[in-house]
């Protein structure tokens, strides 16, 4: 049975601009000076017409679990966490499903002892945003999401110093050292973003199984530009949408092309009355795709099961509360 919901607008627009700046010379020096083989890791670097892909990266234990909390007071909807090192210092990281790659700040990534994979450099653009934001592979021996150990993240040390302005999508508060990118999402088993309990829940390896009291949709999941993308449809005719985790609106599309939304539809989850954001108010990128942000995924628990390649939409668990 399909979940109608009718949506009024959202207002506040989320446009940032950014304070960092360029990493100098010297800076750049000295963050390669502590750059290693990617082989002392395991991992190995593959080059294609696509661009570079990595494998051997984000290693974990089959049988750990993870619950952590949202953190933004601010942004209380924001799927914000705090992870840790061995060092047990904290970074506050957001969980974006359109950004390809997993980034830390230079600052972040040299307090985790992070190291940069080369020579050669590895350099990485992030396509999620609109900005020409750019960064380099770099391994961090462990990363604890709670109790839950990975050995040797894949990050991406952004080459900008300060605020990560476009890649916080919009928060400010608290400052965001981490994006956790599809990349790394899609290590672990599965990620449940429970937004009405605003709670991340990871998996290494348990299956999961929707509650079928709660669930509204179970769609199948593909990736665009290293974006997470859903088949659905738009006013009756086949759209491919975003499923945008850190978007802070409810729909954004190119106004030109959805001038009036009336019915949203992802496998049976139902939308009609929908505004749709231009999506350059967030400076975002892929912008020929339309997208769903936080703003309407806050009322579902989101499910995204990488063994499966699907992303299940539940009713909240009021239970839990």
Known sequence: MALLVCLA?????????????????????????????????????????????????????????????????????????YIRTSRKRKFT???????????????????????PLGPPAYRLPARHIAEEEVGYAGVVNKVLFDKLNMDNALFCAWDKAGPMGPLARGIRQPRIDCVI??????????????????????SAGSGYAPDENLLVASVPYHEIAGALAVHGKINGEPATILVDTAGDFVFAADEE??????????????FRNVEAD??????????????????????????????AKIIHFEKPDLVKR
């Open 257 to 270: 092309a959805f001038t009036t939304i009336r019915q949203l539809d992802i496998g049976n989850l139902v």
């Open 181 to 202: 990118g599809l990349d790394m999402i899609q290590s672990f088993h599965h990620v449940q973003i429970d937004y009405p309990l605003r709670t991340v829940y990871l």
């Open 93 to 115: 990281a957001l969980f974006d499903t359109t950004s390809a790659r997993s980034w830390l700040t230079p600052d972040a990534f040299a307090a985790m002892n992070g190291a």
């Open 9 to 81: 607008a959202f207002g506040c627009r989320t446009r940032m601009a950014s304070e960092a700046r360029p990493l100098t010379k010297q800076e750049l020096r000295g963050l390669f000076a502590r750059a290693q083989d990617p082989r002392r890791s395991w991992i190995t670097v593959h080059r294609a017409d696509s661009g570079l892909t990595f494998t051997g990266q984000n290693r974990m234990h089959k049988s750990q679990l993870a619950g952590l909390r949202f953190e933004s007071r601010e942004h209380p909807e924001a799927p914000v966490i």
């Open 278 to 307: 231009d999506p350059e108010d967030y400076d975002v990128g892929l912008r020929r795709y339309p997208r769903i942000g936080r703003k309407l995924l806050q009322r579902f628990r989101v499910t995204i099961d990488s063994e």
